[in-house]
């Protein structure tokens, strides 16, 4: 965070400072879409890491392999995409032209980043975290098993990212559901194989609609802890997982959102939307010293009283939808 205070600085003061700093951190926001396609499509990395952008074209050509595979399972007279020339590459490409689809693989690799950023730094286990401890010795059996489910989600959310993978149904529905229309897309000059590519939809769903994902999960037990929220929002005893879930859950910005507010150039909407949260002084300074620990907050920024931090979030170009 660029911002710097004079001891008793007043809110007014602080506000104004952030508002600037979340200037520049739209700025950044608007053109990562962009920026992050011609990325995947050339070999200039030098704005974002080679391990993130590996790891995003790993993803891409993950669910590519994934819509072939069901193609290729539900034709009983030959695969339509036969004769084509390298269709996954080419699905991959196609799905990349999705904005919101590269967004949330961009920010799954960012997650990932962070939770091995603090396993290093800290020792924080990726997958069993003091607060998942707690969710699976509850007295409550249905959130002892979600936690249980969450501990296995994570598990294999850590695999996939050391593998570039991701399964289709770990998709958001609606990500779920552009990606079966990319597949259709791909073959929509032939009849024959538009009707493969729906058969092949229906089991997709099919297998979407009875799964639970690391998200839902994630989703479900966040809600559950009700007045105890700001018990996730301590990275260090939450996990990087349950603390985003809570971060977007509390500061009501999507879950993308609440992991973008996590890197370097995004120090004033983190502080916001802790504020926003409800985290308070305490939660405020300790979520900083676990994710920026050499990062000093201007004086008086806990100040900022929840409704006043949503506000001016809201106000954000960026939280109103430029990345959507």
Do not use: Y
Request: overall charge negative; hydrophobic content about 50%; aromatic content about 2%.
């Amino acid at each position: 965070m660029a911002t710097t205070a004079q001891p008793g600085t007043d809110t007014s003061a602080i506000e104004m400072l952030l508002r600037d700093d979340l200037t520049h951190a739209d700025q950044v926001m608007v053109h990562m879409g962009p920026i992050l396609r011609h990325l995947l499509q050339n070999d200039d990395s030098s704005i974002f890491s080679d391990e993130i952008i590996a790891r995003v074209r790993g993803m891409l050509a993950d669910i590519a392999r994934q819509l072939i595979e069901a193609i290729d399972k539900a034709s009983d007279l030959g695969s339509p995409l036969a004769g084509k020339a390298e269709p996954a590459a080419r699905l991959a490409e196609m799905l990349g032209g999705s904005q919101a689809l590269l967004h949330h693989l961009h920010m799954l690799a960012v997650e990932w980043q962070l939770t091995e950023k603090l396993r290093v730094r800290i020792g924080l286990d990726p997958v069993l975290t003091p607060l998942l401890q707690d969710l699976i010795a509850s007295a409550d059996p249905d959130v002892a098993a979600r936690g249980i489910n969450l501990l296995a989600a994570q598990a294999r959310f850590g695999q996939c990212m050391r593998r570039m993978q991701i399964p289709l149904s770990e998709l958001p529905r609606d990500l779920h559901h552009i990606a079966m229309m990319t597949m259709q897309a791909l073959i929509a000059d032939d009849a024959a194989g538009l009707a493969v590519a729906g058969t092949a939809q229906a089991a997709l769903r099919q297998n979407r609609s009875t799964s639970v994902s690391r998200l839902d999960l994630l989703d479900h037990l966040t809600r559950q802890l009700g007045g105890d929220i700001p018990l996730a929002l301590s990275p260090d005893r939450a996990g990087v997982a349950l603390f985003l879930t809570a971060l977007a859950f509390g500061a009501s910005v999507s879950r993308e959102m609440a992991t973008m507010c996590t890197t370097e150039s995004q120090m004033a909407r983190l502080a916001l939307a802790l504020c926003a949260a409800g985290s308070g002084r305490s939660g405020l300074l300790g979520a900083f010293s676990v994710i920026h620990p050499d990062v000093a907050l201007p004086e008086a920024v806990e100040s900022i009283v929840p409704d006043r931090a949503a506000a001016i979030l809201a106000s954000s170009l960026s939280s109103n939808g430029a990345l959507a």
